[in-house]
T-cell receptor, first 115, second 113 residues
Framework: EAQVTQNPRYLITVTGKKLTVTCSQN?????MSWYRQDPGLGLRQIYYSMNVEVTDKGDVPEGYKVSRKEKRNFPLILESPSPNQTSLYFC??????????????FGQGTRLTVV | KQEVTQIPAALSVPEGENLVLNCSFTDSAIYNLQWFRQDPGKGLTSLLL?????REQTSGRLNASLDKSSGRSTLYIAASQPGDSATYLCAVKAQGGSEKLVFGKGMKLTVNP
């Protein structure tokens, strides 16, 4: 089954304690992205990657890092989480073929609370 | 800067009605537009993807149209059912190689039995 898998689904952590949210897709997609969803602000892109070793900032990259060492994985790293990073996080992937995108596939989401 | 608007923010209807959900965007230079569905506590599911060269797409009871020149898209849901209750989001991707989807804030639909 084609899917994007995020782990963990829920996480409560303390300010300053480094954490990683993993994202893996099994569709051999080139493109992967991270978004955060906040009430009243909607979904905003954090980082994206167009292929292995190619990453770039989205709209709200401050406080986050990513890496793309393998095509299937795109982890999101919070080196020193702060309460304003409490949010619902989504990983997404898609494929580009002959000048057109496929639909974007989203993971189930990771609800992060930083206290 | 691209902005995507969905009005109204919420809609409650009786079962069986035909529905039109609206999405507007400020910059017509888009690469594609997608409609998503989000259920509480779950991720987003893509419903329909319209490339910039297309005018509409259909899937089952769903039909989405795109008018780039006016910056509008509509999602038509025929014969609505309680299982259609969810939040519906519209997202556009800009031309120029950016991998960013710009989302509207969504419309929460409730279909009452």
């Amino acid at each position: 089954e084609a899917q994007v898998t995020q782990n963990p689904r829920y996480l409560i952590t303390v300010t300053g304690k480094k954490l990683t949210v993993t994202c893996s897709q099994n569709m051999n997609h080139e493109y992967m992205s991270w978004y955060r969803q906040d009430p009243g602000l909607g979904l905003r892109q954090i980082y994206y990657s167009m292929n292995v070793e190619v990453t770039d900032k989205g709209d709200v990259p401050e406080g986050y890092k990513v890496s793309r060492k393998e095509k299937r994985n795109f982890p999101l790293i919070l080196e020193s989480p702060s309460p304003n990073q409490t949010s619902l996080y989504f990983c997404a992937s898609s494929f580009h073929y002959r000048g057109r995108d496929t639909e974007a596939f989203f993971g189930q989401g990771t609800r992060l609370t930083v206290v | 800067k691209q902005e995507v608007t969905q009005i109204p923010a919420a809609l409650s209807v009786p079962e069986g009605e035909n529905l039109v959900l609206n999405c507007s965007f400020t910059d017509s230079a888009i690469y594609n537009l997608q409609w998503f569905r989000q259920d509480p506590g779950k991720g987003l599911t893509s419903l329909l993807l319209i490339q910039s060269s297309q005018r509409e797409q259909t899937s089952g009871r769903l039909n989405a149209s795109l008018d780039k020149s006016s910056g509008r898209s509509t999602l038509y849901i025929a014969a609505s059912q309680p299982g259609d209750s969810a939040t519906y989001l519209c997202a556009v991707k800009a031309q120029g190689g950016s991998e960013k989807l710009v989302f509207g804030k969504g419309m929460k639909l409730t279909v009452n039995p």
